[in-house]
């Protein structure tokens, strides 16, 4: 069985950090692209952060580059997203996606992406 799994997320300050994990079973990371997307209420989801090829370099949005860094831990299976100086409208839901189809394509399509995880909510007070 295919399962993705998102964790980490929760309330912080503006300015705070916190680290995102997506644990991944069923299949392997490395063979597959792999994204951080976000949702906030009223909007569309957006790529955060992909790795688009298995010894790929992530790519980031404009939003959060500087900021955010995704890293992937193939022995365990695992993709991060860590996630500093936070800003409010980086509240969203934040979601791990998997796909092959998606693989050499460097943009964020979510269309490309089959295995979606459930979200996992993170908000930002300022």
């Known amino acids: 069985e295919v399962l993705v799994e998102e964790s980490g997320g929760g309330l912080v300050q503006a300015g705070g950090s916190l680290r995102l994990s997506c644990a991944a079973s069923?299949?392997?990371?490395?063979?597959?692209?792999i994204g951080w997307f976000r949702q906030a209420p009223g909007k569309e989801r957006e790529g955060v952060s992909w790795i688009s090829s298995p010894a790929g370099r992530p790519s980031y949005s404009d939003s959060v580059k500087g900021r955010f860094t995704m890293s992937r831990d193939n022995a365990k299976n695992t993709v991060y997203l860590q996630m500093n100086d936070l800003l409010p409208e980086d509240t969203a839901v934040y979601y791990c996606a998997a796909g092959q189809d998606a693989l050499g394509i460097d943009r964020p399509y979510t269309g490309l992406y089959q295995y979606w995880g459930q979200g996992t909510q993170v908000t930002v007070s300022s």
């Open positions: 069923g299949f392997s990371v490395d063979y597959y692209a």
